[in-house]
């Protein structure tokens, strides 16, 4: 990939997202940068990316290329007609059945690995990712019965993909950390955000899409963990970032064909046509200036994600408890403790996070041999 919408700014949302839940259930992808030269010439950082297919679910979970099924924005990938019909019959079933009916949502329980489901919802949301559902989806199941792999029970689950258009891209006019993802989805039509808005019918579902929500924001997108990663990841990408910003779309007042001369206004025929911006931030400010900028734009949204999007996820749930603190001590050499979905480390001897009090929070205590729980 070239960076997708982030091609001319940070050129890593996309691989840092997807890092960030990369523990979660649903496939993600691997990628390894890359320099590229045509004939010598230099021609460009590119991302080594795993390609969605039936091969890349095999050697993630183990299922035959040739029992995959994988359908991508709405159209099949893998598998066969008969596969992609049981597709579209599932969501004509969940239309027009209500699952606010307890035995109606566990039939759909048995259909699609509702847990997967949540956390991609989860984390497009918080990301504030203004290019999927319907745009830039994809599920897969197996469609012969594994017995001994537990990917391998026939249930649909989930893979995320492309989501660079998101925290903080394209500044004030793009997906700010304020943004309001929860409208944007129960306006949007398709398979993912019509499944989301009927699910959202059962009591069942509203509790772990709360709980595991908070799950995430607090761990997979701590914002300590989430500054980390950013700076090792802009420190790696900054110098081909620029070069490869500068190679397509050079600074101000220069040009890559000498026979073709800097335009009026600032924008310049370079190899990837004609860029008005005046360069990467305007004549006055230099590339490096420009790359810091977006990386602090990332920063930013990250930052001030947690508050707007909790207060955004409390009035869609129509919560009406406390967002309360809560912290667990554990000794991590006898054991770990599980909070809902969330496995921590317990290295410093504490995990702190915030909860929604209108919902249990559930630990679960697993020592390690030789202990137990007192």
């Given amino acids: 990939r070239n960076g997708g919408n982030d091609g001319q700014y940070t050129r890593f949302r ?3 997202n ?3 839940v990369a523990d979660r259930d649903m496939l993600t992808q691997a990628m390894e940068p890359s320099i590229v030269f045509i004939n010598g010439e230099y021609w460009g950082h590119y991302e080594i990316t795993e390609k969605l297919s039936d091969d890349y679910v095999e050697a993630h979970y183990g299922i035959d290329k040739n029992d995959v099924c994988l359908i991508k924005n709405g159209e099949l990938e893998e598998g066969t007609e008969a596969d992609f019909a049981e597709w579209e019959s599932l969501q004509n ?3 027009s059945n209500d699952l606010s009916q307890e035995s109606n949502y566990n039939q759909l329980c048995e259909k699609v690995d509702m847990q997967s489901f949540i956390d991609y919802m989860c984390a497009e949301i918080y990301y504030a990712n203004m290019d999927f559902s319907p745009n830039n989806t994809a599920i897969w199941k197996a469609t012969s019965v594994y017995p001994d792999n537990e990917w391998g029970d026939g249930k649909w689950r989930f893979i995320l993909f492309d989501t660079e258009y998101s925290t903080g891209l394209y500044g004030f006019s793009g997906p700010t950390a304020s943004h309001n993802t929860f409208n944007m989805v129960l ?11 009927n699910a959202l019918k ?3 579902f509203k509790r772990q899409f709360a709980t595991t929500f908070m799950d995430m924001a607090n761990e997979n997108f701590n914002y300590e963990r989430v500054s980390k990663l950013i700076n090792e990841l802009s420190t790696q990408y900054k110098d081909f970032t620029i070069d490869t910003r500068d190679r397509f779309w050079p600074p101000a007042n220069t040009t890559t064909n000498p026979d073709q001369p800097a335009q009026p206004g600032g924008a310049f025929p370079g190899i990837g046509g004609n860029w008005g911006g005046g360069g990467w931030g305007g004549p006055a400010m230099t590339t490096e200036q420009s790359y810091d900028d977006q990386v602090s734009q990332v920063t930013s949204f990250y930052q001030n994600r947690f508050q707007s999007i909790t207060n955004s996820l409390r009035n869609f749930g129509s919560l009406r408890g406390n967002l309360a603190s809560i912290t667990v001590k554990n000794e991590a050499s006898k054991g770990s403790v599980r909070i809902n979905t969330i496995t921590p480390d317990f290295t410093n001897g504490s995990w702190s996070g915030k909860y929604y009090t209108d919902y249990p929070v559930v630990l ?3 020592p390690k041999s030789g202990y137990r729980l007192a």
């Fill in 14 to 16: 996309d691989k840092l």
């Fill in 18 to 20: 997807q890092l960030l």
């Fill in 187 to 197: 306006q949007n039509r398709g398979f993912f955000s019509e499944l989301f808005k």
């Fill in 93 to 95: 079933w969940f239309n």
């Fill in 202 to 204: 059962n009591n069942t």
């Fill in 364 to 366: 679960s205590a697993e």
